[in-house]
């Protein structure tokens, strides 16, 4: 049997309890959670942009990327990749992009596979041009998602990287990208893929690509820099993402896409 | 007494898994930020991806030592150029590798001023050359200064 005071007495206590919880959260300064968030070098969020228009197709970012990343040159997969396309007059769409555009486009060979060739004549194109790609950095990663053993997953600064010595060599990972943008690296026999150049970005260096592509296609910012002019792009000008309808989120932003691109 | 004796095994194996558990999974295992489906894995590999070794290190690297190519290059209109596009990563250049590669193939030239369609991409602001018709079997730096290319003519 309970009894009034008893029954005051402990809703008394109750209230007392929340109440001192409720101060616990009210002592989080909001001003002190907006500085940490403003803190660009401690809080990054890591975010690509590319401008198509400015790809020439010289292939240098891919070259840089694999060599500054130690992948065997010769073996058939990059982290990155340089695309072609090419719309004929008569509305035919060519693409190609044989060994990932590691040495570049200097034919006007359209690489259709299975050892056949497509030489589409200057006067015959509506439109011609090239976009590089590479890992979109999904904030929300199908890779990760499916990964069976925890291999693989988010960095706080927004970039998908895959743990080595974890990884089991599965493949689920490259069937669920939907940008093709993994592979298994033949090294160690575990899913490989871009990590932003982890190595340089966390030293304040660009990635290997952005620093070597001549003319400023490839773009590498800290969204959560109100200075940084990359972000500042992707927040105030006409960008778009690939495969927007699969709900991946990608944090590599285009300028200048066409509908072309897949 | 048949009862207990398969599930004190049972209980034996569960606990023996559990053990192995505590040694075989690393430390540094758990869940971080992005949560159970984002963000469980092992924090200990974030310092692997940041011990790669740094291979390319930007043309401010070279301007000490090679200053002529450097004041040459950054004046003409390969300015945009990095060094290591043509030169390879410096690594640790010069004490290794001590010398860098120089590619005199007309691959690499190529790769800029081959003649294609590309009407939408800044390759049309390139001058482009037709790679059987000009001077084919010619290495180009023969005839061009890679460093200083003269506008409209050879060196």
């Not at chain 1, 290997?208 to 002019?229: E, I, K, S, T």
Request: charged share 20%; with cysteine; proline share 7%.
């Amino acid at each position: 049997m309970i009894t009034r005071r008893e029954f005051l007495k402990t809703s008394l206590a109750g209230a007392a309890g929340a109440a001192i919880s409720l101060a616990a959260i009210e002592m989080v300064d909001p001003g002190k959670v907006l500085a940490a968030a403003v803190q660009p070098e401690k809080n990054a969020r890591w975010a690509f942009l590319i401008d198509s228009t400015k790809c020439v197709g010289c292939g240098l970012c891919v070259k840089a990327c694999k060599l500054e990343n130690g992948l065997p040159f010769e073996a058939n997969i990059s982290p990155t990749w340089v695309e072609r396309y090419i719309l004929t007059n008569g509305g035919e769409l060519f693409a190609d992009s044989p060994k990932a555009g590691r040495d570049g486009y200097t034919s006007k060979r359209v690489d259709l596979g299975m050892g056949k060739y497509q030489v589409v004549d200057k006067s015959d194109t509506k439109k011609a041009f090239f976009v590089p790609k590479l890992c979109n950095h999904c904030e929300n990663p199908p890779c990760v998602q499916v990964c069976p053993v925890g291999a693989t997953y988010r960095t706080p600064d927004g970039v998908v990287l895959v743990d080595k010595s974890w990884c089991i060599g599965c493949g689920y990972c490259i069937m669920a990208c939907p940008y093709g943008a993994r592979f298994i690296d033949p090294r160690t026999r575990t899913a490989g893929k871009c990590t932003f150049c982890y190595h340089r970005i966390t030293k304040g260096l660009k990635t290997a690509c952005v620093q070597a592509c001549p003319f400023g296609a490839r773009q590498f910012g800290n969204l959560n820099d109100p200075n940084d002019p990359v972000a500042k792009t992707i927040m105030t000008q006409r960008v778009v993402v690939l495969k927007d309808e699969y709900g991946t989120k990608p944090q590599a932003y285009y300028l200048g896409l066409s509908k072309e691109v897949r | 007494m048949h009862v207990l004796r398969p599930l004190l095994v049972v209980i034996a194996l569960v606990a023996i898994v559990l053990a192995i558990r505590i040694f075989a999974v690393p430390v540094g295992f758990g869940v971080y930020d992005g949560g159970y489906i984002y963000g469980w894995y092992d924090q200990s590999s974030e310092e692997a991806a940041k011990s790669v070794e740094v291979k390319y290190q930007g043309r401010e690297y070279c301007q000490g030592c090679h200053t002529e190519q450097s004041s040459k290059v950054s004046s003409s209109l390969h300015a945009n150029i990095q060094c290591e596009n043509c030169h390879g990563p410096a690594i640790k250049h010069p004490s290794e590798p001590p010398k860098l590669t120089i590619d005199t193939s007309r691959d690499l030239c190529l790769r800029c001023h081959a003649d294609l369609p590309a009407s939408l991409s800044g390759r049309s602001a390139i001058k482009g050359i037709d790679p059987d018709n000009h001077n084919p079997g010619v290495n180009c730096a023969s005839c061009h200064n890679p460093h200083s290319p003269a506008p409209g003519a050879a060196k």
